[in-house]
Structure formats: structure tokens, C-alpha cells
């Protein structure tokens, strides 16, 4: 069974989660500043339930939450704990609902922090940042009973091997809350599914394969064969990201991400397996829903022969 996966946002659904601004929350007085946060994170799981019932209504089986799910939580200055708050309890036990109904509906959830986590960094104030963020990220996923929390390799700093020595090594600094959702995807200019397996098998981390980022950037596996060997980190139901390039694949920036996506860029060895798939279109709910129209109706795909086999 392919579970498809909607990211974060809608495009014409009413549901709208809400963020703000560390300036913002800078200049009012700590007590209001912390009454209004408690505002925002009550009104972001009140947002995420009805995110999750619209996937679970429409066959979408798995939601990405937002990294700012609870604003500007880890920020230097104006960040919290959410026993700060004064519906830090009410806050914890409404997204803890959102956790009973994923669990009753046989929905998935997962986080995808922001760029700025980065565990391989050469600066020591970067890796602490990163691991702050996915501390917090990781007790939001206790939760709501998310089971992935998917990151990139980082940089390469002139020493790919280093770099991936590096990450592998900052993986001590996490809690085990952490690690036993922590994944690792490859991204469409540095590291490649190949260069990745190594730590996912040494390391124990799952790699969640993006098939659209190794066409941009192949490493001399085939789809199939990357996919049979990301599949085999897994120790649960595997996840893959799947995009279109906005402009086709023979123009200028193929990484960026179409609206829709073309039903030939889905991998037919993918129809076989039972695996999560998060559609990275710009569309949002609209072209999870196109795509899965597609997929039900069985239309043909003519095979891809683009940069990967």
C-alpha cells in the first residue's frame, strides 16, 4: 500500500497554523509575551486536528508538521518551555488528542526541521542549535506520535568523508527520543543515496530516499536499486519524497519544485511496496489529492530515463 503524504500547508483548505516573530515577541513584557505564545500553540493543535481529519477523510495517510508548530520555541532570546506557559498543560494535552486520533485513524506524522539543522557543522554553536531544535521537535513527536524526524547530511566543508564522520559522531549528543526518529535524506547537491547508506548502516539510521533530489544529483544507483537499498535501513514502514521539476528536467534549475507532479516522475517500482510517500508539490492538498486520483486509475507511465536509470 502507498501511503501519500501532505507537507505542512494547505492551498484552498481553510487551515492555517500561526507563527510570529521574535521582534515581535521582544517588545512586550514576558507575561504577555508568554500569554500570547500560549495563544499560538493552542491554536496550532487545534489547527494540526483538522489537518488531520482532512487527510483522514481523504485518504491522505501521513501530515508533515511544521517545524514552528510551537513559534519561535528554541529562540535565544524569546524562546520557552512549554511549562512556562499558562496553558502548558491544556497545550500538551491537545496535541496528545491529536496523538489519539492519529493513532485511530492509522495516519502518520513526521517533522522535517529547518535548514538551519545542521549536525555536521565545524561550528560547535550551530551543532548545539540543531540539537535544541531536535530535542523540541522530538517532544512534540512524542505527542502526536510521530516516528520521523528527517534531516539533511549537512555540508561537505571540503572533506566529505570528514563531514560525514562529523555527523555521525554528533549523533551521540541527541536523546534517545531523538534517535529512535532521527532519518537522514539525500539532497539534489551534496550527498547522494550512496554516500549516505554508509552511516545509515553504521549508525542505525533509517535514509529516506528522494528520488527527485538523486535525479538531480546521481551517484550510479538506479532508482530501484537506491530504493531496495533505503528500504533496508528501515526497522518501520520506510518513507520517500517525491517532486517534479516546475520547468521539466531539461530546463535550467531542475531541483525547483512544480505544483503538480508528473505522473512519469512516479517510480513504478514504487506502485510494489508499502512505503510512505511525501509529495513535495507547491500545490499542497491539491496535488496529493490529483496524484492520487492518478495513481487509483492506474494510467500508464512511460519509464524515465533522466540522469538516473
Known sequence: ????????????????????????????????????????????????????????????????????????????????????????????????????????????????????????????????????????????????????????????YGDKPKALADFARNLDRLSSRVRSRLTVENDDKTYTPADLLPICKATGIPLVYDVHHHRCNPDGLSVEQATKKAVATWNREPMFHLSSPIEGWDGPKPERHHDFIDLKDFPDYWRRKNITVEVEAKAKEVAVGKLRQELAAGRSMAPLNRNVP
Request: charged residues 20%; glycine residues 8%.
Open 1 to 156: 500500500m502507498i501511503r501519500l503524504g501532505l507537507c505542512c500547508l494547505f492551498r484552498d483548505q481553510p487551515i492555517k497554523f500561526v507563527t510570529t516573530t521574535a521582534t515581535s515577541i521582544g517588545k512586550m513584557k514576558r507575561p504577555d509575551a508568554l500569554a500570547k505564545l500560549s495563544r499560538l500553540c493552542l491554536a496550532n493543535a487545534d489547527a494540526l486536528l483538522a489537518a488531520l481529519q482532512f487527510c483522514a477523510d481523504n485518504g491522505i495517510g501521513c501530515f508533515r508538521v511544521n517545524s514552528q508548530i510551537l513559534p519561535i520555541k528554541t529562540h535565544p532570546t524569546c524562546g520557552y518551555s512549554v511549562g512556562d506557559l499558562p496553558d502548558g498543560d491544556e497545550i500538551i494535552h491537545c496535541f496528545k488528542e491529536c496523538g489519539k486520533f492519529v493513532k485511530k485513524h492509522k495516519l502518520r506524522t513526521c517533522f522535517h526541521p529547518d535548514q538551519f539543522v545542521v549536525m555536521n557543522s565545524p561550528r560547535l554553536d550551530v551543532v548545539e542549535k540543531s540539537v535544541q531544535e531536535l530535542e523540541y521537535q522530538a517532544e512534540v513527536a512524542e505527542w502526536i506520535g510521530a516516528d520521523v524526524i528527517n534531516i539533511h547530511g549537512g555540508g561537505a
